[in-house]
């Protein structure tokens, strides 16, 4: 190979699709390529060349506006007993139909093994090849777009896994100045910085041209120090936008942290990045000790319906309050950053996988917790992600799983997840992630949705799911749209939305009244002035519920753990 600019060399030979290659460093050190397109044995094994030629079908395919997102987070390997691309097809439909908008792939860029969550991947431009490699993952991208749903994917830009990372011998991609929880840091911001900044934009574009990929999901980046003047961030983000401009295709880029910051969201030219949107962990955690009284951990800083209530209306809890957890002031008001670039949720692979043995809110909760999750996050004013299988309440746990070579790293990892999180420590000892049987656990068994109060629970979501689209004064989420009273010593959450518009007369649906009562026993709230109907009322027999029958008028008895929806009738003339 012969040297080019700024530490790069090249060369071109012919190859053949599915020619397995190598790189001799130095002329003796043969490794994969660092910018590899399948690993199709394996992450320290040979590369593969492979052709990024694909009959798509969906040449009119847009997108899904950021507002309407409705996200469904899968781990491709544990959502089937089969574990591939393919065999995710089959139920898309089913999704559409419960309402699903975009399904949330969790990395699948090559990783040590067959079973992994995707953070330990090492070859952020490889597509895991026991999943069904590159042309997989395209079939399932298209057959998402036949049936009008988006497509985000996790990526990973704050550090690589520790088996089969081979990039620090091809150039300075690690820097010292910083950690990871998991690892060195990437660089950034250093000396020869400019190529390793390249190396992840395009891995981003990479997505987003050649696998039609609808949204980013940036794992961590609360992890990712840079120092330059323009953030990696904004700079990702930048040429995402440019790329999808060119395509005539929405394509958000959507951030995971914990810093409570709004100048993630904020325009350049207001001092942010510009990013589409941020998954917001106040909302989990408030929502989570309301529902099972759990205070460990940084579930500490979290008590009361007063906290949950803000988050409603802002989008954070903390916004500069001092965080007992953190031991220091935490986050920043967001008070110009609209409720639609929020992403909330009940469960996801973290709040899930990171406890102890995985457990679900299944196994935390009673039934009637379950819809009251289900309504406070469906029917809040941000963008709703579904965990695969709380739909009808999937009762294996999630647990962490890895399938390593390297004897001492298993042991470190075993070691690892048992210091980890002692503060969530419950009876019983941890599940190996080495285990096979520990991943087994995790498949879902979704044959379940059609039996009892799992096919209940998931015609409930399927409803919510409904009213969030059908009911204007759901359908508008404006923060100038609602008013989040909350009652602490009744344990409730009253919240108003409305729709504006030139309407006359106003439609029905167009003001909602919602309670959320968290308390342990039944309830009478003051029946609101006008003419109302009862949309929801998780009590309902319906829905399982513990009320004896149906009421013919509006009834506000509120049941525990319940949710009430009330919808405007169209007013007399």
């Given amino acids: 190979m012969q040297p080019g600019e700024h530490g790069y060399f090249e060369i071109t030979v ?16 043969r490794l994969p390529d660092p910018a590899s397109r399948l690993q199709p044995d394996g992450v320290h094994q040979p590369s593969a060349v492979q052709p990024a030629q694909f009959s798509w079908s969906d040449a009119g395919w847009r997108g899904v506006p950021l507002r309407d997102y409705v996200l469904y987070e899968l781990h491709v390997g544990a959502f089937t007993p089969e574990g591939t691309f393919d065999a995710v097809v089959p139920h898309l439909d089913r999704l559409a139909d419960l309402g699903v908008t975009a399904v949330e792939l969790m990395p699948v860029a090559a990783f040590p093994g067959e079973r992994n969550w995707g953070y330990d991947g090492v070859y952020p431009f490889a597509v895991q090849a026991s999943y069904g490699g590159p042309d997989g993952l395209k079939r399932l991208v298209d057959a998402c777009h036949a049936r009008g749903l988006a497509v985000v994917l996790d ?33 950034f911001h250093g000396a020869d910085s400019g190529p390793v900044r390249d190396y992840f934009i395009q891995n981003a574009l990479q997505w987003v041209t050649e696998f039609h990929i609808d949204g980013l999901r940036l794992d961590a980046v609360h992890a990712i120090v840079d120092l330059s003047p323009r953030h990696i961030l904004e700079e990702i983000k930048e040429h995402v936008a440019a790329r999808a401009a060119a395509l005539d295709r929405t394509v958000p880029v959507i951030a995971e942290s914990d810093l409570n910051d709004p100048r993630l969201l904020r325009l350049p030219e207001a001092g942010g990045y510009g990013l589409d949107a941020q998954w917001s962990d106040d909302f989990h955690h408030c929502l989570h000790v309301l529902l099972t009284g759990e205070r460990r951990g940084y579930y ?54 990171n406890r102890v043995r995985g457990d679900r809110l299944t196994a935390l909760v009673g039934f009637e917790e379950l819809k009251l999750a289900a309504a406070a996050t469906i029917l809040s004013p941000f963008i709703p992600l579904l965990f695969m299988g709380e739909e009808y309440g999937e009762p294996e746990d999630f647990p962490y799983f890895v399938s390593h070579g390297d004897p001492s790293l298993i042991e470190a990892v075993r070691r690892g997840r048992r210091e980890e999180f002692p503060e969530f420590a419950l009876a019983g000892d941890a599940p190996d992630p080495q285990a096979i049987a520990t991943f087994e656990s995790g498949v879902l068994s979704q044959e379940l949705l059609h039996t009892g109060r799992h096919a209940v629970l998931h015609q409930f979501y399927k409803e919510l799911l409904r009213l969030r689209r059908d009911l204007p004064g759901l359908a508008h989420r404006g923060k100038q749209n609602m008013e989040v009273c909350p009652d602490e010593g009744r344990r409730l959450v009253v919240s108003r939305r409305w729709a504006d518009g030139p309407w006359h007369p106003r439609p029905a649906g167009a003001e909602c009244l919602l309670y959320f009562s968290f308390a342990d026993k039944a309830q009478t709230v003051p029946r609101p002035a006008g003419a109302w109907r009862t949309a929801l009322d998780s009590a309902h027999p319906r829905w399982n519920g513990p009320l004896a029958a149906a009421p013919e008028r509006i009834s506000l008895v509120l049941q525990p753990k319940s949710c009430l929806v009330l919808a405007s009738e169209v007013a007399a003339e």
Wanted: net charge negative; with cysteine; aromatic share 16%.
């Fill in 155 to 187: 990526v990973v830009y704050n550090h690589l896994g520790p088996e089969g990372n081979y990039l620090a011998e091809f150039g300075p991609y690690f820097t010292d100045l910083h950690k990871t929880p998991w690892g060195a840091a990437l660089n």
């Fill in 300 to 353: 500490a800083d979290f008590d009361g319906v007063e906290q949950f209530a803000k988050t409603m209306r802002e989008g954070y809890c903390y916004t500069g309050e001092y965080s007992r957890y953190r031991q220091r002031p935490h986050g920043a008001p967001p008070d110009d950053i609209p409720p639609e670039r929020f992403v909330v949720f009940s469960q996801n692979h973290d709040q899930v996988g």
């Fill in 14 to 29: 012919p190859v053949a699709p599915g020619a397995r290659y190598l790189f001799r460093l130095d002329g003796h050190r």
